[in-house]
Structures are given as C-alpha cells and as structure tokens.
C-alpha cells in the first residue's frame, strides 16, 4: 500500500490497535492518479481527491486526519458505514416473528444507524485487492446492539478509472433479522476547507417523485407523498438552498432536509440513476446510482463547525449526504419494502457516486 500522495495524509497517522485489532488507511488511486482514502475503522471515507473545472485536486468529502479524530469524532457517522440498520427505528422496537427485540435508543426516543457500537465504531477486517480494490469484512454476533443473528458482512471499495466510487455489499445471517446498510458519506464538492463552504448554492436533482414524510421526532408519518409543489420538488435541477427552510412542517421537523426519497424506478432492485449536484463554483459534479429503493437526503443541519482534517471545519449544512437505503422504521410499516434477510439467503446492494466537471 502506498503512502497517499495527494490528501497529505499518513499511515502511521492511522495505525493503531483498538478492540483488539489493527487499523489502518488504505489508498486506492486510479489511472488518472486520483484517490480515495479509507480508514478500516467504521470503513470511513478520510479522503476522495478529484479535480474542478481548472484541474485542481481537492478532497470533497469530509473525514479527519488521525485514528484518533475519527473515533473520536463530534459526528459519530462522519462518512462511515452504517449498520446493522442505517436510519430510525421507532422507539427503539420491532417485532420479528412474534418476538419483540429492543435496541438502544440515541437519537431523540428512537434508534439511530445501529446504535452507538454500530458498524461505524467496529474495525473491520480489511484486504486491499489491488491498486483501486479494498475488501472489508465484519462479522456481527447475534445479538450486538440487540439485533438477531450472526450476520457475515462484506463490503468492497473501488475506484474506478472514470472517478467512480462503487461500493458492493453482501451479508448472511444464520437467523432471520433486519438489514438496511448504507454509506454516510458527507460530501463537500466544494473542497473541505476553514470554513468548508455551505451548500445552498449546490444544484441539486433527485430521480424521486414521491418521499417519506417524518413527524417532529423524525420517524416517518406511514403516508408516502408526492414532492410536487413542496419543497421536496428535485425532479428539476435546482439550488439546495432555495426551499430549505420554506414554512413548511417536513422542513422543519428535519431541521431542513433530513428525509427518504422514494426512488423513481422501472424493477425492484434495479442499478439506476439516483441524484445529481452540481458544485457551481468548482464546476465538479457528482452523481448517484444505486440498487436500493430509497436514498435519505441530509444536509448536514447538525454540524457545529467542529474541526476535521488539517485545520479543516465543518459548519452547518456545509455537507450533503445521499444514504442509499431502505425506508427508516420499515420492521414497523408492513407496506413499506421488506429488509427482513433469513438464513439461505444473501443481502446485496451496489451504490456508486459517480464524480465529474462541467464547466
């Protein structure tokens, strides 16, 4: 593994042993020399150096510079991975044939992306295949953060030669259970910087013509509602900021945008077009495909201008993050597609961030 060349971060920066087992960061770098980098602690996305419209390199994704910075982070899911069930659960409870299970509750009266030891504190075994291909696995026991079944996760990072991050995960179980892993990148195409730009000025378009709607504690009502004449109307390119904090309840129980959209798509679990934005000022772009049936648009309306990587901060909303997912609390809406995985069968999901100029 080579020492990345572009973000100034260090290896050694990185290594350390934490339950019991070695971290790292690994560099994939693609023909075209640019680079992602990723720390096997939570999986986290330290770094993706990609070029504006004048062909300077910056990292447009937020992350720190240490093993320390990322454990220890004021944002838990700092671009990490996220399980064993990315999103809210109502309350902290779901039935699974006829059996309660309850999990910890760390967000307002619900359950949050897994908890608090979810898949985004755990190290994770990891394999750099080759220059542009790092395998990471976790085994997660039956019963960590109070979910059933031995669930065997492996997940795969590549760079491809055309600047797009794929990411391909599968998992067993031996037990029947919930699943709904996601990535929680946070994407600043501007360029990270002090202070990282905001993004009311980023174009944005979602290929949804329906999303989720939230109550005040952030779960979702159970009705799925048409974004046409609400602020949730992407199927157009248009400004994050224009509609943000419109007089309008979903925005404000998000705080702003902080909801599922429903994706528009032709069969279920289908590689298709998700999302598009569009940086103005750089000219970079960055688009969303994936195979799942709903992608959590977060606009970062919890950020406090913390520090991250070399001097580097992060204000509210200077980040957005697309969360390629099943619905929030679907154990609990029966109408809502099934993330229930049983023994025999395989969990798969492809979600790729496409990046790009236009001038």
């Keep these: 593994m080579e020492e990345s060349k572009l973000s100034g971060l260090k290896r050694k920066d990185f290594q350390s042993t934490i339950q019991g087992k070695q971290t790292d960061l690994f560099t994939l770098v693609n023909k075209s020399g640019n680079e992602v980098c990723i720390t096997n ?7 993706i150096m990609v070029p504006d419209k004048d062909g300077k390199i910056a990292n447009v994704i937020q992350g720190h510079d240490n093993i320390q910075g990322v454990v220890e982070s004021p944002e838990p899911f700092l671009s ?5 069930y990315g999103n809210r659960i109502c309350k902290g ?43 990471l696995h976790y085994f997660s026991p039956d ?6 079944g031995n669930l065997d996760i492996t997940v795969v990072y590549r760079w491809s030669d055309d600047n797009e991050l794929i990411i391909d995960y599968k998992a067993t179980t031996d037990k029947k259970t919930i699943i709904n892993l996601t990535n929680h990148g946070f994407f600043s195409l501007a360029g990270i910087a002090d202070p990282t730009p905001d993004i009311m000025d980023l174009q944005c378009q979602i ?4 999303f989720v709607p939230i109550d005040d504690t952030s779960i979702p ?40 959209f429903v994706l528009n798509k032709r069969e279920v679990g289908e590689l298709s077009y998700a999302a598009k934005i569009f940086e103005p000022k750089s000219g970079r772009t960055m688009e969303v495909y994936t195979t799942e049936p709903g992608v959590q648009v977060y606009t970062d309306n919890w950020a406090t201008g913390y520090p991250g990587q070399h001097g580097a901060t992060f204000p509210r909303r200077s980040a957005i ?14 109408f809502f597609p099934s993330c229930v995985l049983s023994p025999g069968e395989e969990y798969t999901q492809t979600t790729i961030y496409r990046f790009g100029v236009e001038k």
């Design 41 to 47: 602690y939570g999986g986290a996305l330290v770094a």
């Design 143 to 148: 019963g960590e953060e109070g979910f059933p």
């Design 93 to 135: 409870k779901f039935t699974l044939d006829a059996k309660e299970y309850e999990l910890a509750i760390n967000n307002g009266p619900n359950h949050l992306h897994g908890g608090p030891t979810g898949y985004h504190a755990r190290v994770w075994d990891a394999e750099q295949k080759d220059a542009q291909t790092l395998v």
């Design 207 to 210: 290929n949804a013509d329906f």
């Design 221 to 260: 009502t159970g009705e799925i509602r048409a974004v046409k004449g609400t602020p949730f109307d992407f199927t157009t390119m248009h400004a994050v900021g224009d509609m943000i904090d419109a007089d309008d309840e979903q925005t404000r129980n998000g705080a702003g945008y902080d909801h599922c």
């Design 321 to 334: 993050c697309f969360e390629a997912q099943h619905f929030p609390d679907t154990p609990n809406r029966g």
């Design 80 to 84: 990490t991975l996220i399980g064993r």
